[in-house]
Nanobody
């Protein structure tokens, strides 16, 4: 079992930046994919970004060029650097990890972008 704990959310003005962190309770080297999802009020959860074990990254079109995902295996942590934030980026951001035969979710961290 792995616990994922997100942090770094908060309230920021449009155009600002935040860095989210996802800390895992044990090594993430066995996680083939780690990523971030978000859920706005009244909306379905949507995929934001992912990073694979070799370091390849993918982004949703809505965040491409503004968000950067990275992982630090030594610290068992995945980051999401979010720049030039927009009000439509508001939501609860969830960390997600895929391991052999299973997957894990964090509890989420709130990001609110004011206009």
């Amino acid at each position: 079992q792995v616990q994922l704990v997100e942090s770094g959310g908060g309230l920021v003005q449009a155009g600002g930046s935040l860095r989210l962190s996802c800390s895992a309770s044990r090594s993430i080297t066995s996680m083939s994919v780690m990523g971030w999802y978000r859920q706005a009020p009244g909306e379905q959860r949507e995929w934001v970004a992912r990073i694979m074990s070799p370091g390849n990254t993918n982004y949703a079109d809505s965040v491409k060029g503004r968000f950067t995902i990275s992982r630090d295996n030594a610290k068992n942590t995945v980051y999401l650097q979010m720049n030039n934030l927009k009000p439509e980026d508001t939501g609860v951001y969830y960390c997600h990890a895929i391991a052999p035969m299973t997957q894990y979710w964090g509890q989420g961290t709130q990001v609110t972008v004011s206009s």
